[in-house]
């Protein structure tokens, strides 16, 4: 069964003649265990459609539906609340707590969320993200790769279903780029999460099960 | 309260700042508090010391002893527990080596306003007085001899009592009949029915004379009614609430700029479902921390103050009142951080992650 599912979705900015519409009506849907990536140039809808998905943007039609429940039917505390215990996300540029050592940023979400994660399921994660070593360290102290294996491990913290990246490779170079799609890969398998990665670089794509591709607003499946 | 820790122990020095800040608004708070109850006390101490429930004055006095004029057979028309009569007058008094205002207290020494002697002994012969402790600070001491300024008599210190001091001038104690030779010279005897005032201890003031001319005034109305009491009082108070208004200005300003300096931060952890509850209360356990790290550093830094001051400066730490004025700075503080909840609250996460 899907873990998520966009039934007729479409969403449009402004009115009258000034309408914009960002995402054409859309069908999608990803089970649980896939890597997909969505390609397509800046301004084509792809972060639209990464924001609708991830609940902080609401359609102006259709539904959009996260293990059976219909985000249109939840209101801003409830979708808080799915954000938090179903979808993991891994932004830009890693976006982790200055102030917080990389034990401390898993410890915080060890506090907000409620179904915490056991003394070995976290030896784990830090084993599977090899950022054992790095525990003590304050983001500033990273490399960009380290800050965003930090921010994955973050991101599968306490198991979503589903992972939201959104351009997770942009401020990498090229070896790191491919490290970190790798590693998304991985846990995504070994997990039997979702991952969903919005990006512009058509080099990653080799690592996803599905790719789709966005121009104008329309998504189109081409793998 | 774990973000809030955490954001103090990795950003020292800018939190220092801060408590530094709240540090010296609660250091000058405790101090104005301490000066305001100092200086109260230079002119309510031998009045609070009496434990009395009323003044009688004549009507006419507006509420001034000084002008107060009376007869000692006034008491007859007075229904009250304790009564006992009182005669005041301002002079200046000398030793030979310094000079001080002194107010003069014409008593009974058997009725209940008579104060207890901490050195010396009780005032016995004519023109024998106790006197305030105040003036040991001024070098008097027991044995000494006191010219006044608007009399020729000559007053003996015979003892020292303590907390006696009236509308800022350490208080002699003396006898009628010492108080009635200064206030009137030869024309004391002709005068030795004189006094100003009458205090009382009674459950029931409004029955307590029947004397139109007569007008009896709760402790309390009285003291406020001392020259400069009030006003001094109005403008001390209205110094420390100004400094808690500025010290919630001082806190919001401190505390919105770190706030919009973590917009994108705090957007970014709504965007992954942290609540703004838990957003608010890290913002809120943080300013406590920072106001009551900043209060018990300035009530330290008063209190040690205060153990080097010189005896001149008249101040004297309540500590029920520094206790109170310490909290109210740490709910004002938290006032101030509610700008930042607001804006905490205010934030789209949409955009935070450049949606």
Redesign the interface.
């Known amino acids: 069964m899907a873990v998520l599912e966009l039934k007729q979705v479409k969403k449009t900015f402004g009115s009258g003649h000034k309408e914009i519409e960002a995402m054409k009506v859309t069908d999608f849907s990803a089970d649980r265990g896939e890597l997909i990536a969505i390609i397509g140039p800046s301004g084509s809808g792809k972060?639209?459609f990464?924001?609708i998905v991830?609940g902080?943007?609401t359609p102006t039609s259709g539904a959009v539906i996260i293990n059976d429940k219909n985000l249109a039917d939840l209101n801003e505390?409830e979708r808080?609340?799915?954000?938090?215990?179903e979808?993991g996300?891994i932004?830009?540029a890693s976006?982790l707590?200055?102030?917080?050592t990389v034990a401390?940023q898993l410890?915080?979400l060890d506090?907000?969320k409620k179904d915490n994660m056991t003394k070995k399921q976290l030896e784990e994660l830090y084993e599977d993200l090899g950022i054992g070593d790095l525990r003590t360290k304050?983001p500033a102290d990273l490399s960009g790769g380290e800050r965003q294996r930090v921010a994955i491990a973050?991101a599968l913290y306490s198991n979503p279903s589903i992972i939201l990246a959104?351009e997770p490779t942009a401020s990498l170079d090229s070896d790191r780029a491919y490290e970190v799609m790798e590693l998304l890969k991985n846990e995504t398998k070994n997990k039997n999460t979702t991952t969903i990665v919005v990006t512009h670089d058509i080099r990653l794509v080799g690592y996803c099960d599905k790719v789709y591709k966005m121009t104008d607003g329309v998504l189109v499946q081409e793998k | 309260m774990?973000?809030a820790l955490?954001?103090i122990?990795?950003?020292k020095l800018r939190f220092t700042l801060i408590i530094g800040v709240l540090m010296l608004v609660s250091y000058l708070v405790f101090f104005l508090s301490g000066l305001a109850t100092g200086l109260e006390n230079l002119n309510r101490e031998s009045v609070d010391k009496w434990k009395a429930t009323a003044i009688i004055l004549t009507e006419e006095s507006d509420k001034s002893m000084y002008q107060s004029s009376l007869a000692i057979e006034d008491v007859n028309e007075i229904d009250a527990e304790e009564i006992a009569v009182i005669g005041q007058i301002n002079a200046v008094a000398g030793n030979g080596d310094s000079k001080t205002n002194v107010s003069i207290f014409g008593i009974n020494k058997d009725e209940f306003i008579m104060p207890k002697v901490t050195e010396g002994e009780v005032f016995v012969d004519d023109n024998e007085v106790i006197a305030s402790d105040a003036l040991k600070e001024d070098g008097f001491k027991v044995g000494d001899e006191l010219h006044l300024s608007s009399s020729g008599e000559v007053l003996k210190i015979v003892g020292f009592t303590d907390n006696a001091r009236f509308n800022a001038a350490p208080v002699l104690y003396g006898d009628l009949a010492t108080f009635h030779r200064v206030k009137f010279g030869e024309a004391a005897e002709a005068n030795k029915e004189s006094i100003n005032g009458i205090v009382v201890r009674a459950d029931e003031l409004t029955a307590i004379t029947k004397n139109d001319s007569l007008e009896s005034i709760e402790i309390e109305t009285f003291i406020r009614n001392l020259p400069g009491y009030t006003e001094q009082n109005l403008t001390l108070n209205f110094m420390i609430y100004f400094l808690f208004g500025i010290s919630a200005v001082i806190v919001a300003i401190f505390l919105y700029v770190l706030t919009v300096q973590k917009i994108?931060?705090f957007g970014?952890?709504?965007?992954?479902?942290?609540?703004n509850s838990?957003l608010s209360r890290s913002v809120i356990a943080q300013t406590f921390i920072l106001a009551a790290i900043g209060v018990a550093v300035g009530f330290v830094l008063t209190l040690i103050t205060a153990a080097f001051l010189p005896s001149a400066v008249p101040v004297a730490f309540d500590l029920v009142t520094m206790l109170i004025y310490g909290l109210v700075l740490i709910v004002v503080a938290i006032l101030g951080a509610v700008f930042s909840v607001l804006t905490i609250v205010r934030i789209d996460?949409?955009k935070a992650?450049?949606?």
């Open positions: 972060s639209t990464l924001t991830g902080l943007l505390k808080s609340k799915i954000r938090l215990k979808i996300f932004l830009q976006n707590i200055p102030f917080l401390n410890k915080l506090q907000v304050y973050k959104d | 774990f973000l955490n954001e122990k990795k950003n994108s931060m970014v952890m709504k965007a992954q479902g942290i609540s838990y996460p949409l992650i450049g949606g």
